[in-house]
């Protein structure tokens, strides 16, 4: 089952029923956000129902298959719907309230983000500035490092992404 809060995206439930048609659906909105995601499991509505809501959409994969889970996401993305934030159901994050996992969740979302805007500036660095300008030199071979650690503090993130727009 796939768990799935369309948020502002609500007037596309068609889409995101056509792409996953052959799993089955269940759909909630903000009336559920004081729920533990064990009873949103129960309760949601398994009819295309408008459900709508305030945050951004959320995919919660319930007895999905990990393997299968890589295409899910890119027939989602090309159809053009949103899949930065999603989740997998644990053992932990059953107990959690829809509004505490969404919240984390969103977190993770806008840390990858900031990684991913570090990674389109080492990307994109000019080589000509890199052997001209030491210090700018310096700073991309260190953004480069930076990116390479699995795991990155945000407070360092955003003051490579704060010394990265400084050199424009």
Known sequence: MILIYPGKDGNRLDEYQKVLQDYELAFFGDELEEKTMAD???QASKDNQRFEGKREPF???VKEDPKKLGS??????QQGLDTTRTAILTDTNKDWKFKDLYKEIN???EYFKKREVLANVVSSAD???IMKDEQYGKLMLTFYEMLKAPQLEEEILDMALQAAASLK
């Open 40 to 42: 949103i499991i129960a």
């Open 59 to 61: 995919l919660f994969f």
């Open 72 to 77: 899910l996401m890119t027939a989602l993305e």
């Open 107 to 109: 977190r993770e979302a």
């Open 127 to 129: 080589p000509d500035r």
